[in-house]
């Protein structure tokens, strides 16, 4: 697992950045850790933005492998990182997480629990019920420039931290 954590005033269209961040991050380490290195099955990236008691992000990245692979993975997760930092991914790559997050919208608004959630989280938050269609907007104005952005910003080197569990011998 890698972690990386910070503390930042959150805004919905930071915090939508680093949730669209976390997904190019992850199509990006599955492509490289699974298909070019062939040393794991699967990649999961989560990120989270709280509002709430503190202003705080975190980025954990998990993946799987043998032990003798672990500090190459490790080493091509960190190259991977300091890529989106000083590249800003393709328009091909912006298009795939937008395109993504667009089906998962029109999913998800066909369940009530979507719109409960969205409805309960703008009530507790004191925000206006009229930014309830939002996402969309949010969705459409990610580019590579503020994915870009977004990779400086939160995939910082400063608060990251490494934890590998190897089996007993």
């Known amino acids: 697992v890698v972690l990386l954590a910070g503390a930042a005033p959150w805004t919905r269209t930071d915090a939508h950045a680093l ?27 989560n990120t989270a933005f709280s509002r709430r008691i503190r202003q705080e992000w975190q980025v954990a990245i998990q993946y799987g492998s043998a032990p003798a692979q ?19 991914p393709t328009a091909a790559e912006v298009e795939r997480v937008k395109e993504q997050q667009r089906r998962e919208l029109e999913v998800q608004q066909k369940q009530n629990g979507y719109w409960l959630n969205t409805i309960r989280t703008r009530v507790e938050h004191g925000d206006a019920l009229d930014t309830l269609g939002d996402y969309l907007t949010l ?17 910082s080197e400063e608060n990251r931290a490494r934890f590998v569990l190897l089996p007993e011998k």
Not at 70 to 88: C, F, G, K, N, Q
Not at 139 to 155: K, M, Q, Y
């Open 70 to 88: 672990a500090d190459t993975m490790y080493a091509a997760v960190r190259e991977e990182i300091a890529r989106l930092r000083s590249a800003p």
């Open 19 to 45: 949730s669209s961040l976390g997904e190019l991050l992850q199509m990006r380490l599955l492509e490289r850790l699974r298909e070019a290195l062939g040393g794991t099955y699967s990649v999961s990236v």
């Open 139 to 155: 969705v459409n104005g990610l580019t590579a420039e503020s994915l870009s952005a977004a990779a400086r910003r939160f995939l």
